[in-house]
């Protein structure tokens, strides 16, 4: 079992800028992709960005491309996601994932969220 925890979370002003961590904890991530998501209110949660193992591969949904930044500290067994730029449309609840099986779609292991609230 992994145990995923996002924190980091708040309220911010447009233009501003905030990281967001997930940590993991119960076994080590550092082998697996792990990724953002997130889910405003009334909509679907999105993806957002994910990261390989090696940071190796890194892929961004194009709203956010140039303004975030994915990263990972496998020592730490910790995901970032650095948020720059911050627009009204980014207010969300933000989740971290884990790939702990790669061979099969989805992610298997998911974070409680943190609220990034961007005001304008």
């Known amino acids: 079992q992994v145990q995923l925890v996002e924190s980091g979370g708040g309220l911010v002003q447009a233009g501003g800028s905030l990281r967001l961590s997930c940590a993991a904890s119960?076994?080590?991530?550092?082998?697996?992709?792990m990724a953002w998501f997130r889910q405003a209110p009334g909509k679907e949660r999105e993806f957002v960005a994910a990261i390989s193992w090696s940071a190796s591969n890194i892929v961004y949904t194009e709203s956010v491309k140039g303004r975030f930044a994915i990263s990972r500290d496998n020592a730490k067994n910790t995901v970032y996601l650095q948020m720059t730029s911050l627009k009204p449309g980014d207010t969300a609840v933000y989740y971290c994932a884990a790939d702990l099986t790669p061979s099969t779609p989805g992610y298997d292991y998911w974070g409680q969220g943190t609220q990034v609230t961007v005001s304008s």
């Open positions: 119960g076994r080590s991530v550092s082998a697996y992709p």
